[in-house]
């Protein structure tokens, strides 16, 4: 079983590593800045809530349980350089970034565990999430991102 942002434990623990980024924080990888980095955090959570559309890619319904199996399961660790999702991606369908101070705190209050409910969701890429799965697979690529930042 994997960490999940809905634990508290978990949640606090993204929480606080977020909390230690600065806006001169430097990536390990990659092309984002930090202030860029949580915008596409948060939009990732907009996706999952069905406040962003995806319409980039479309993964037919037979497909998804196994795109989801190989993300939420087979995957343990997102890995440097993946490919996102053109609304996702900094030079493509990114939400602009605003401020530092004004995207962490989006990012941190999209990421409260009582915005999700204990059904689960409906994913564009992953179809029916329950809600252990969203908390896993969102704590994984949000752990992927914070590690790119050196938290």
């Known amino acids: ?3 999940s942002f809905l634990d508290p434990n978990a949640h606090d623990a993204l929480v606080a590593r977020i909390q230690a980024l600065t806006p001169t924080s ?6 984002m800045t930090v202030g860029q980095m949580l ?9 999952s809530r069905d406040e962003k559309a995806v ?4 993964i037919p319904s ?5 795109v989801k199996w190989f993300f939420v399961t087979r995957l343990k660790r997102f890995k440097p350089n993946m490919q996102t999702l053109k609304e996702l991606d900094s030079k493509a369908g990114m939400t602009p970034p605003t401020s530092f101070e004004t995207d962490r705190q989006t990012l ?8 999700y409910s ?15 799965e969203l908390g896993e697979v969102t704590w994984k690529h949000l752990d992927h991102h914070l590690r790119q930042f050196g938290v």
């Open 26 to 31: 430097q990536r390990r990888w990659g092309q």
């Open 62 to 66: 037979f497909l998804k349980p196994l």
């Open 39 to 47: 915008v596409h955090c948060a939009d990732q959570l907009r996706v």
């Open 118 to 132: 204990l059904s689960g969701i409906e994913h564009p890429v992953f179809g029916h999430l329950s809600h252990k």
């Open 108 to 115: 941190l209050d999209l990421l409260n565990p009582a915005k």
């Open 55 to 58: 319409t980039s890619l479309r």
């Open 1 to 3: 079983m994997s960490a």
